[in-house]
């Protein structure tokens, strides 16, 4: 499946990135920090990034005139999940913020727990409220747009998150069904009883 493909090209990359030598390192992802905001494509310094281990069915076709058309749907997502990688790092060199099974509801959920008093739920977190225009969104630049602030709240709580799993989610989600299904999942996520204890869910099932 092509999601698939796109989960192991990000892990790869991922991996990749965090076996360099700390000074190459901090270099690639302060590069990859510059294409926060950006589309695929903008900045000729970051086609490597999210293109080489991407197959090249997956890229975005050429018309008939040659010129290339809009950004594919596998590179948008290649392309956000790298360079919101890279956003969530900065100021970490020990610890890599990508870590397998945090996804992105079970993440938000411990954010909203995070900035309520003990007198509040959850639920009552201005968090969900950003997470909901998330989820709504209806073009990839303002998918960009919302996941930024999201990741950026990550940082400052220390809260990890499954980057090629997100991967996966926003190459489905620009597509009808597949949106209703990752809208369902992190909702599912989200709301799922020990969303902040995967292990435990793990030897459950």
């Known amino acids: ?3 698939d493909v796109i989960r192991d090209c990000v892990a790869r990359q991922l991996s990749g990135l965090w076996n360099l030598p700390k000074p190459q390192r901090r270099a690639q992802l302060a590069e990859l920090r510059r294409g ?3 589309q695929p494509g903008d900045l000729p310094a970051l086609w490597g990034s999210f ?4 197959p ?3 890229w975005g076709k050429e018309n008939t005139t040659g010129e290339c058309r809009e950004p594919s749907e596998a590179e948008w997502a290649v392309y ?3 360079t919101l ?5 900065q100021g970490e060199e020990n610890v890599s913020m ?8 079970r993440a938000v959920r411990q954010l909203a727990q995070n900035s309520v008093t003990a007198a509040q739920d959850w639920t009552e977190s201005s968090v969900l409220r950003r997470f909901n225009a998330l989820a709504t969104a209806d073009s990839m630049p303002e998918v960009s747009h919302h996941l930024r602030g999201m990741i950026q709240l990550l940082r400052r709580d220390g809260l990890k998150l499954d980057y090629p799993q997100l991967a996966a989610e926003l190459y489905q989600f620009q ?7 990752v809208r369902l999942q992190w909702g599912r996520d989200l709301y799922r009883m020990n969303a902040d204890t995967p292990e435990t869910e793990e030897k459950e099932n």
Do not use: I, R
Request: aromatic residues 6%; glycine residues 12%; charged residues 20%.
């Open 36 to 38: 926060v905001g950006h």
């Open 51 to 54: 293109l080489s281990e991407l």
């Open 85 to 89: 990688y890279a956003l969530h790092q």
């Open 56 to 58: 090249k069915e997956l």
């Open 80 to 82: 956000l999940a790298l």
């Open 1 to 3: 499946m092509k999601t």
């Open 98 to 105: 990508n870590e397998k099974g945090c996804t992105l509801g």
């Open 175 to 181: 597509f009808p069904e597949g949106a209703a299904n």
